[in-house]
Every structure is written in C-alpha cells, then in structure tokens.
C-alpha cells in the first residue's frame, strides 16, 4: 500500500506516492532524478548519502521517505548557487578533496553543516566531525585540508564583506 | 537494498500509538528516530510488519524542569543535548555523551528514548541514565508506571518493556553541582559502537560515589563495592584491584582480555572524573 506524501525537496514542493519501505535515498535518486546523492552501504555507516532535511544534516537511507511528510529536504543539488557550498566546492578541487569523487556529495554537505556551526577547527577536530563519511581514496588528508581551507575562505569573504559594509 | 514490506501509521498521539501496537499476530514496532531499527530493516535483520511512527507525538518532544529533576521526552535528540537546546542538570555529562553518539547526521535524528529502548548494551545512554540514576517513564494500556534504570535494563536488547507500552520521557534527578563526572569510551572508531565504556560520579564534599559499566554482554553494571572504595579514598593500584575482584565476581563470564578492558575503562573513568 503506498502513501501519499508532500514535501520541499530544493525549494520545489514534492508530492509522491511511496511504499512504507522506501527510503529518502531511493525516492531522490529514482523518483526525483536527484542523483548527487549517493548510496555506499545502506545502513547508515558510510554518510555517502548525507542530505539536509529541515536544514539538519540526515542519512537518507536510513530515513523512511514516509517520514519527510511535511518537511524540507535539500540534497546537493540544491546548494548549486548557495556561496559557502561554491566555497567549499572550489577548496576540495584546489586541495584535492576527492579522487572518484563518490563519497564527496556526503562529504560536501557534512562539512557545509560543519562551517556553518563551528567554522573555527582544528585538523584534528575536523576528522572527528567528518568521522561519519568514509572516503576509500583520498585517505582524508586532502579531505582535511580543503575543509581548513575553505574555512580560512569563507572567514575572509565575510571578513571582507563586513569592511564593506 | 530494501525493507522487506511492511505497514506504516504515523501515529497522532499517545493513545494512537499505543492503539495501533497493541497485541496481534503481526509484529508490530514503534519507530522514533529510526537511526537504528531502519538499518536493521534495511539488513532484514529485525522483522517487522507494521511500525507505528512516533516522531510527529508532540508531547513526546517536550522537556519539562521540576524542582528536583528534569523529564526529557522519549523523542528527544542527541544532537539537542550535544547543542544544550535542553536544560542540563547533569553538570554537562549529558550534553558530552549526547555530542559523541555515532555522528552529527545520526545524532540529529536519532533520540533518547529510542536508544534507551532498544537497550544495546554498547549504546551510551543506557549506561548514562543508569550512572544518573534516572528513571523511564512508561506508557501503555494499563497507564503510566515509572521504573528506575536499573531495573529497566534487563539484558542485551532486554527491556521491563511490557506489550504496547512505550517509553514517553526519561526523567533525570538535578545532581549536585559538587558531584564531578567522569567518562571513558573505547571504541575501535570515532562514532562507533563502544567495545567498553564507565562513567563514574564521585561527590567529596557530600561522600558519595557511582561507578557503573556498559558495553558489557547484558545490562550495564553498576560496581557498588568499587565505589564505597572510592569514597574511602582508594586510589591507584588498590582500587584498579578493588574494581577488577567486583567484575569478576559479577557473574558474568568475562574472558580474561575483556576483564582487564573493563577495568581499565573504569579506572579511566574515575581518573577522569579528578580532570574536571
């Protein structure tokens, strides 16, 4: 039996007919197209499908697509133009923050959430923030560096924003 | 990877939950966060036909102050305590164990009462709210009955849980602020589940003292003796010794590695507890 939900997924609003067993994953990936967000282990350890929902970083796949009735879903695709995610998104490419590039979209939105809640880290208390997204190439050296360096960024941009204000 | 199918009901109230729970054939399971029933769904590892889903319970959000504790309501998350959006009367062990419970985008969405609920052994607030000497406030169709942690956890993943009933809050007694805590987690990776871990209260000025260990093979222990040693004022080798007799005389079978990890963690724990 599926059920009826209505949601904003990227600002647009969502209405979808979904089985109980769907998760959020499967519903943007398949449904709605939006395959920025990826899938590794299906059980919550791997983060590559971190997305927002009602702005808190979530695990759609382990998020019952019945249960985002209501709510607001933002996955990659929807921070396309915001200027903190462009500013990340610059500093994993100058810095090598990805090889394959599969666990990125997860680790994009972790860190976005990370910068915007404590933009002051060290490396060692950025590692254990980005604990929950495994990454099997870049041995989270690079990973690292471009979220200190996309910190070091955006502190500036609003630094330089304030001055001209 | 799927499910295998099952019904759902967003459940509107209390009542509504317990209604959609009661006694049939089906299994039927309450879902609150869902950061650890939806990957066991997802591994086919807990069998359910129907959940009946929690998160939309209102009443099931809210924290209430009392003059002598404070009662969080099941659906509580990690994530509120580790970002204190609910009063703390623990002196911050709460906010701490809450800020180191898996990740950022589990703890956001995983709560309190579902992880008190499911009773893992290797979960942290089982073993907190044990140390805090808090109680679960349960509800179901005979009413509201309040049973003390202790005696809630009755083994790995064994609750006093009865049929239809959910847990509705987690009341938490205001300890004393001359109380120091202390806590010590090993774990083989950061957010993962713990191999052990100990929390230990100790309060010099009034002459009190609790040591309890979790991620043990049942329901955590709280090592009683050990901490009259403390209060005592045994200290170093001595009270490694005191704790290492208790474990092995709890009656769990405890092969020799595990002994020697437990006790550490419940050394550690009480050095910790000096750092504050």
């Known amino acids: 039996m599926k059920t009826s939900i209505s949601a904003t997924v990227n600002g647009k609003p969502v209405q979808a007919s979904v089985e109980p067993r769907t998760s959020l994953a499967d519903l943007l990936r398949e449904e709605l197209r939006l395959t920025a967000t990826h899938l590794g282990c299906e059980q919550g350890v791997c983060g590559a499908c971190t997305v927002l929902i009602d702005g808190q970083p979530a695990r759609a796949c382990i998020a019952l697509a019945v249960s985002i009735d209501g709510s607001d879903v933002r996955t990659l695709e929807g921070l396309d133009q915001d200027p903190l995610m462009l500013t990340l998104k610059a500093a994993f490419h100058d810095k090598h923050g990805l090889q394959c590039g599969f666990c990125t979209p997860g680790m994009l939105i972790s860190a976005w959430d990370l910068l915007r809640r404590k933009p002051d880290l060290s490396a060692a208390e950025i590692r254990v923030a980005i604990s929950g997204n495994l990454c099997r190439c870049t041995g989270y050296q690079g990973i690292v560096r471009s979220i200190q360096s996309a910190a070091q960024n955006w502190a500036s941009k609003a630094k330089l924003t304030q001055e001209q204000a | 990877m799927k499910p295998a199918p099952f019904t759902y009901h967003r459940a509107a109230s209390i009542d509504d939950a317990i209604a959609h729970l009661k006694a049939t054939d089906a299994i039927v399971r309450p879902l609150a966060g869902g950061q650890s029933l939806v990957p066991m769904l997802n591994l ?39 970002d204190r959006l609910v009063p703390d009367a623990s002196n911050g062990l709460m906010p701490f164990v809450g800020s180191q419970i898996a990740y950022r985008a589990v703890r956001t ?22 140390a805090l000497e808090a109680e679960v406030a349960l509800v179901g169709q005979n009413g509201r009955r309040a049973i003390a942690g202790t005696d809630f956890a009755l083994g790995p993943y064994m609750t006093a849980i009865g049929d239809a009933e959910l847990i509705e809050a987690i009341v938490v007694p205001r300890r004393p602020a001359t109380e120091r805590w202390g806590h010590y987690k090993v774990a083989r990776k950061t957010g993962e589940y713990a191999e052990s871990m100990a929390i230990a209260l100790i309060d010099k000025a009034r002459g009190r003292a609790r040591l309890v260990l979790g991620a043990t093979d049942g329901a955590p222990l709280v090592l009683e003796k050990s901490a009259r040693e403390i209060v005592a004022g045994n200290t170093g ?40």
Not at chain 2, 62 to 78: F, K, M, N, S
Not at chain 2, 265 to 273: D, E, K, M, Y
Request: charged residues 25%.
């Open chain 2, 44 to 82: 086919r590892l807990a069998p359910a036909d129907k959940l009946v889903d929690l998160s939309r319970i209102n009443a099931m959000r809210q924290t209430e102050e009392r003059p002598d504790c404070i009662c969080y309501g099941a659906l509580v998350t990690h994530a509120a305590f580790e």
């Open chain 2, 237 to 276: 080798e001595g009270l490694a010794a005191v704790i290492r007799q208790e474990l092995a005389d709890s009656g769990r079978d405890f092969p020799p590695e595990k002994l020697l990890l437990h006790c550490t963690t419940a050394v550690r724990a009480v050095a910790n507890s000096e750092k504050r």
């Open chain 2, 109 to 130: 969405r995983g709560t309190i009462g579902g992880a008190v609920a499911l009773a893992d052994p290797a979960a942290d607030w089982l073993t907190t709210i044990i």
